[in-house]
Protein backbone atom coordinates (compact mmCIF):
# COMPACT_ATOMS: atom_id res chain seq x y z
CA UNK A 1 0.00 0.00 0.00
CA UNK A 2 1.48 3.22 -0.88
CA UNK A 3 2.13 6.30 1.49
CA UNK A 4 -0.08 9.56 1.21
CA UNK A 5 0.23 13.17 1.85
CA UNK A 6 -0.99 14.34 5.51
CA UNK A 7 -3.02 17.21 4.99
CA UNK A 8 -3.83 19.95 7.36
CA UNK A 9 -7.86 20.11 6.86
CA UNK A 10 -7.18 23.75 5.43
CA UNK A 11 -5.18 22.52 2.36
CA UNK A 12 -7.74 19.30 1.64
CA UNK A 13 -7.43 18.68 -2.16
CA UNK A 14 -10.21 19.49 -3.83
CA UNK A 15 -11.18 21.78 -0.96
CA UNK A 16 -8.70 24.44 -2.61
CA UNK A 17 -9.07 26.67 -5.32
CA UNK A 18 -5.96 24.54 -7.50
CA UNK A 19 -3.97 21.23 -6.67
CA UNK A 20 -1.46 19.41 -8.52
CA UNK A 21 -0.23 16.38 -7.91
CA UNK A 22 3.19 14.93 -9.36
CA UNK A 23 4.86 11.65 -9.21
CA UNK A 24 7.51 9.30 -10.46
CA UNK A 25 9.07 5.68 -9.49
CA UNK A 26 12.80 5.15 -9.98
CA UNK A 27 14.63 1.82 -9.80
CA UNK A 28 18.58 2.24 -8.41
CA UNK A 29 17.89 5.19 -5.93
CA UNK A 30 16.86 4.87 -2.16
CA UNK A 31 14.71 7.76 -0.32
CA UNK A 32 17.43 8.68 1.67
CA UNK A 33 19.58 9.97 -1.75
CA UNK A 34 16.12 11.87 -3.02
CA UNK A 35 15.56 13.31 0.65
CA UNK A 36 19.43 14.47 1.07
CA UNK A 37 19.72 16.25 -2.51
CA UNK A 38 15.92 17.94 -2.01
CA UNK A 39 16.29 19.19 1.33
CA UNK A 40 19.89 21.08 0.26
CA UNK A 41 18.60 24.30 -1.73
CA UNK A 42 22.41 25.28 -3.21
CA UNK A 43 21.00 22.09 -5.48
CA UNK A 44 17.90 23.15 -6.97
CA UNK A 45 19.09 24.80 -9.94
CA UNK A 46 20.96 21.15 -10.96
CA UNK A 47 17.13 19.51 -11.39
CA UNK A 48 14.69 22.32 -11.26
CA UNK A 49 14.83 26.09 -12.93
CA UNK A 50 11.36 26.96 -11.31
CA UNK A 51 12.73 28.08 -7.74
CA UNK A 52 15.78 29.89 -8.46
CA UNK A 53 17.35 32.63 -5.74
CA UNK A 54 16.69 30.87 -2.43
CA UNK A 55 17.29 33.01 0.02
CA UNK A 56 17.26 32.02 3.88
CA UNK A 57 16.10 34.21 6.75
CA UNK A 58 18.21 35.14 9.81
CA UNK A 59 21.29 33.82 7.69
CA UNK A 60 20.02 29.88 7.63
CA UNK A 61 20.75 27.39 4.70
CA UNK A 62 20.95 25.98 2.58
CA UNK A 63 20.14 22.71 4.23
CA UNK A 64 16.16 23.39 4.82
CA UNK A 65 14.94 21.96 8.81
CA UNK A 66 12.29 22.37 10.71
CA UNK A 67 10.94 25.52 10.69
CA UNK A 68 13.18 27.01 8.39
CA UNK A 69 11.62 30.32 6.77
CA UNK A 70 13.01 31.30 3.01
CA UNK A 71 12.08 32.98 0.21
CA UNK A 72 12.31 32.04 -3.79
CA UNK A 73 10.55 32.80 -6.89
CA UNK A 74 8.36 30.42 -8.74
CA UNK A 75 5.94 31.24 -11.46
CA UNK A 76 7.40 34.50 -11.50
CA UNK A 77 5.92 34.77 -7.60
CA UNK A 78 7.98 35.73 -5.53
CA UNK A 79 7.12 33.54 -2.51
CA UNK A 80 7.84 33.51 1.78
CA UNK A 81 7.84 30.01 2.76
CA UNK A 82 7.90 27.72 6.58
CA UNK A 83 8.78 24.28 6.53
CA UNK A 84 6.45 22.92 8.02
CA UNK A 85 6.91 18.97 8.30
CA UNK A 86 10.65 17.84 7.84
CA UNK A 87 11.21 13.86 8.69
CA UNK A 88 13.73 12.18 7.11
CA UNK A 89 12.82 8.48 5.15
CA UNK A 90 13.79 5.50 7.56
CA UNK A 91 14.02 2.04 6.87
CA UNK A 92 10.41 1.02 7.02
CA UNK A 93 9.11 5.05 7.46
CA UNK A 94 8.98 7.45 3.92
CA UNK A 95 10.48 10.78 4.40
CA UNK A 96 8.07 14.17 4.37
CA UNK A 97 9.51 17.55 3.36
CA UNK A 98 6.25 20.22 3.80
CA UNK A 99 6.31 23.70 3.45
CA UNK A 100 4.06 26.38 3.59
CA UNK A 101 4.24 28.82 1.06
CA UNK A 102 2.89 32.74 0.70
CA UNK A 103 2.92 35.64 -2.27
CA UNK A 104 2.06 38.55 -0.14
CA UNK A 105 -1.06 41.13 -2.08
CA UNK A 106 -3.87 42.43 -0.95
CA UNK A 107 -6.39 39.70 0.59
CA UNK A 108 -7.84 38.72 -3.11
CA UNK A 109 -4.47 38.56 -4.56
CA UNK A 110 -2.70 36.69 -2.20
CA UNK A 111 -1.48 32.87 -2.77
CA UNK A 112 -1.34 30.93 -0.33
CA UNK A 113 0.05 27.22 -0.34
CA UNK A 114 1.02 23.98 1.21
CA UNK A 115 3.84 22.28 -0.89
CA UNK A 116 4.22 18.64 0.29
CA UNK A 117 6.92 15.98 -0.73
CA UNK A 118 6.68 12.52 0.24
CA UNK A 119 9.49 9.66 -0.13
CA UNK A 120 9.16 6.05 -0.41
CA UNK A 121 11.23 3.18 -0.55
CA UNK A 122 9.49 -0.08 -2.59
CA UNK A 123 10.05 -3.28 -3.26
CA UNK A 124 12.85 -4.47 -6.22
CA UNK A 125 14.93 -1.22 -5.02
CA UNK A 126 12.71 1.29 -6.53
CA UNK A 127 11.98 4.81 -5.03
CA UNK A 128 8.34 6.63 -5.10
CA UNK A 129 8.74 10.48 -5.80
CA UNK A 130 5.80 12.17 -4.57
CA UNK A 131 5.23 16.19 -4.85
CA UNK A 132 1.77 17.34 -4.28
CA UNK A 133 0.56 21.29 -3.53
CA UNK A 134 -2.56 22.48 -2.56
CA UNK A 135 -2.81 26.35 -3.10
CA UNK A 136 -5.66 29.13 -2.42
CA UNK A 137 -6.23 32.38 -3.59
CA UNK A 138 -6.90 34.25 -6.61
CA UNK A 139 -3.46 33.70 -8.12
CA UNK A 140 -4.72 29.88 -7.83
CA UNK A 141 -7.96 29.70 -9.67
CA UNK A 142 -6.01 31.59 -12.54
CA UNK A 143 -3.44 28.90 -12.36
CA UNK A 144 -6.68 26.25 -12.05
CA UNK A 145 -7.55 27.86 -15.60
CA UNK A 146 -4.78 28.25 -17.17
CA UNK A 147 -3.82 26.34 -20.03
CA UNK A 148 -1.17 25.24 -20.43
CA UNK A 149 -1.35 23.43 -16.99
CA UNK A 150 2.09 25.37 -15.77
CA UNK A 151 1.57 24.18 -12.28
CA UNK A 152 1.46 20.36 -12.97
CA UNK A 153 4.17 21.10 -16.03
CA UNK A 154 7.16 22.60 -13.64
CA UNK A 155 6.27 20.18 -11.00
CA UNK A 156 6.80 17.35 -13.04
CA UNK A 157 10.27 19.10 -14.17
CA UNK A 158 10.84 19.00 -10.49
CA UNK A 159 10.36 15.71 -9.83
CA UNK A 160 11.74 14.12 -12.77
CA UNK A 161 14.95 16.31 -12.56
CA UNK A 162 15.60 15.31 -9.06
CA UNK A 163 15.19 11.63 -9.63
CA UNK A 164 17.93 12.55 -12.87
CA UNK A 165 20.32 14.14 -11.07
CA UNK A 166 20.15 11.39 -7.72
CA UNK A 167 20.68 8.57 -10.82
CA UNK A 168 23.49 10.58 -11.59
CA UNK A 169 25.02 11.46 -8.85
CA UNK A 170 24.99 7.65 -7.75
CA UNK A 171 26.14 6.41 -10.89
CA UNK A 172 29.00 8.46 -10.31
CA UNK A 173 29.66 7.58 -7.17
CA UNK A 174 29.64 4.03 -8.34
CA UNK A 175 32.00 4.35 -10.96
CA UNK A 176 34.34 5.93 -8.62
CA UNK A 177 34.33 3.13 -6.83
CA UNK A 178 34.93 0.81 -9.26
CA UNK A 179 37.78 2.30 -10.51
CA UNK A 180 39.74 2.03 -7.38
Known sequence: MLNEIFWPYDYLPGTTDNFSSNEIIVKGITAGDVFENLVDTSKWSTFYEGAPDVVFHNGAGPVLFL????????????????????????????????????????????????????????????????????????????????????MNQTRQEWVKGLARVVVASKSRRANKSNSK
Open 67 to 150: GARFSYKTLELPMEAEVVEFEPPEKDRPGRLSWHGWASGDAEQRLDVLHAWLFENMVAGRVRILTQESQKGAPAKDLFNASPDM
